[in-house]
């Protein structure tokens, strides 16, 4: 088969394109061919080093899937060869990644797709959507309820709106331009703050003179100068990104408020969490409450140039490519 | 009546001490002859306008009391005169204080002093043993657990410790000294670390190797970099002091182990949330689980004095007075 795969880690360059030989089904796995992959930022934290971790050798990128089951293996009940279906979570934790026409992949992380749903959709909602509902349900995010989201269209910013709306909170969603606000609002925000003309602080305390909720942070330096500033009593902060980031903490106002911050990685949570998760998930996909942002498709072949894509838009944020890049297959 | 009272913010010497007309159970109070009150650092902010609040005018200090009913508001069931009871969260958010000879307080805040107890120990129980209760019931402190308090021999750290033995913890406490280790080891932990002599992080890592569950900070500088150093997948750090403090902290290893972080303060707790932490105490206090550490007992003329030696012991440490001041009436 065709894969993307590393030999080493390094830069995107150390992704090698070529044949692998064929995976097969092992006990509790299903044999899937891949339709759609989606590049996340941890894959290139995982192909470059940065995130350490036990790698199969040679390591195919990738963590998310979309496609049809092939071959099942011995043991696995509820999944037959010609099922479409999604994962994510894979490429992590020593287990093989998702970039190649074949994956062989544990049942027990492997999601039916719902009828009419695209596979490059799918594979584009799987991490960040499972991500987004995590940290959600990490928060007793709570219908009526308002969450400020900052970063309002990136990759899991945009699955947090669309899920907090079908979870029946109010969104405050930000982001770096008018047409962006203008996406988050299609996406289903209630309000949005253009953060490069105003004040997050100051919009949304005219906008929840009371406080929010639940605050999302995806910002690589995480203010929680803002967080103690717009929560209310009791608020929630979700932490996801800045692995380098070693901002003050304004520990008075943060205790004297009762808040609580919350650090989220998908890659820690267990199969019955994550099955959850998808549950939700393929009912929003079904009821079209939720929707990917895909910002360019791509060819499986050009993985290392995805990866440079990708690297580039986390770093450089919002004058770069925005939404998630698909490789098809 | 005598009473401890300021007419405004300022150094302990605000604090005069003198007449004021007694007080008479509203609609809801008691009328309380008081025996015993204690002091804590939240009562030496509120008098020196550290903490902002709308203060009765004049302002008696003072937040626990302990005493007997000697007059009963209409509309209140449950509370007879001549009942010992305790009391706590009073002169905050606008309540009058607890200096003085006598306190009408709302029976919502009014709990049983069990049989046998005395007041100087129900009151020196009170603030502090409440917020070893909210804090741990805030993360949820299992049966089996494992839990590190950072100065466990102090007002709300020698609570902690004895709550969570209670609760059917193991407890790790550290203490600055020899002698102190000792008294955290009577108080119920099991196992003590002398922050003078040894590593808290090397030391917890040796007793507990897979981390540890609940970290409970009570310094006025957290220490987030041993929270990510020391604490388990999912474990949780509770923060009650370091109104000031704003150290780094390591958002990368925090998120990716995901941990949380949980401020406490008792003042922001429902007379419902009181009253279940209360039952609690009382329960503990006549099982002889729960025993506070008095360091000195002054009389109620003195408070002055016991505000400086309060504000001492916060600022300073180890190498001041150490136990609870309580003022006998």
New interface residues.
């Given amino acids: 088969m065709k894969a993307a795969y590393i030999k080493k880690t390094g830069p995107p360059e150390a992704i090698e394109y070529g044949d692998l030989p064929d995976p097969v089904a092992g006990p509790g796995q299903v044999l899937i061919r891949c339709e759609a992959v989606a590049v996340n930022p941890i894959d290139t934290y995982i192909r470059s080093g940065t995130?350490a971790m036990d790698l199969p050798q040679p390591f195919i990128v990738g963590c998310d899937l979309a496609g049809t089951v092939v071959e099942v293996g011995e043991g696995v009940s509820g999944l037959r060869t010609g099922d479409r279906v999604w994962s994510t979570n894979q490429g992590l934790l020593g287990r093989q990644g998702t970039f190649a026409e074949l994956a062989a992949v544990d049942a027990d992380w492997v999601y039916p797709t719902p009828d009419g749903v695209e596979s490059t959709t799918a594979a584009a909602c799987a991490l960040v959507g499972v991500t987004a509902h995590l940290g959600l349900s990490r928060v007793k995010l709570r219908a009526g309820e308002k969450l400020l989201v900052i970063g309002g269209t990136g990759g899991v910013g945009s699955m947090v709106v669309q899920a907090a709306k079908a979870l029946g909170a109010q969104v405050i969603a930000t982001a770096g331009s008018d047409e962006k606000c203008q996406r988050a609002e299609a996406l289903g925000a209630d309000y949005t703050i253009n953060y490069h003309t105003d004040s997050i602080a100051e919009e949304t305390k005219k906008l929840a003179p009371e406080g929010i909720h639940v605050l999302w942070e995806t910002r690589r330096e995480?203010d929680?100068d803002l967080a103690v500033d717009v929560l209310a009593?009791?608020g929630r902060m979700v932490?996801?990104?800045?692995?380098?980031?070693?901002?003050?903490?304004?520990?008075?106002p943060?205790?004297?408020?009762?808040?609580?911050?919350?650090?989220?990685?998908m890659f820690?949570a267990t199969p019955d969490q994550m099955r959850t998760a998808a549950d939700d998930i393929n009912d929003w996909l079904t009821d079209e409450k939720l929707q990917p942002h895909i910002g360019r498709v791509m060819k499986l072949s050009e993985a290392a140039e995805a990866h440079r894509l990708q690297e580039q838009a986390t770093l450089q944020g919002e004058n770069c490519l925005s939404g998630k890049i698909v490789l098809e297959i």
């Fill in positions: 995130i995480p929680f009593h009791r932490l996801m990104a800045g692995r380098e980031a070693r901002p003050e903490f304004p520990v008075g943060f205790y004297v408020n009762e808040l609580s911050v919350h650090g989220v990685v820690k």
